[in-house]
């Protein structure tokens, strides 16, 4: 905040953001290397969705997960129950995100 002094950090608090960003910095890696091979297995969307509800501002995460959701739907065996389930995932991760963020929301 703006005109706010800052607090001194607490030594647990610097320990669980150094945790934080390890796992962040582990799920990152894993996902870019999905992501680049593109590699849109259930494991791979699922790597995504931790990764957005961690850091929900990663919009390379949001567009591979537009193209996953591209890449199964051009899929010639893609049935409808199939698809209302991989939909209603993204629904899921979409609510889980905005709640996680919800700076413009009155939550």
């Known amino acids: 905040m703006h005109g706010r002094p800052r607090k001194a950090s607490k030594p647990e608090d610097e320990a669980a953001s150094i945790t934080k960003a390890q796992k962040l910095r582990t799920l990152q890696t894993q996902f870019f290397s999905f992501h680049h091979s593109k590699i849109y297995t259930k494991e791979a969307v699922e790597l995504s969705a931790k990764l957005l509800e961690i850091n929900p501002e990663s ?28 939909l209603d995932d993204e629904l899921r991760v979409v609510r889980r995100s905005l709640t996680v963020q919800c700076k413009e929301l009155n939550c």
């Open 59 to 86: 919009y390379t995460a949001w567009n591979y997960r537009k193209l996953a959701v591209e890449h199964y739907l051009s899929q010639p065996d893609c049935n409808p129950e199939y698809v209302k389930s991989l």
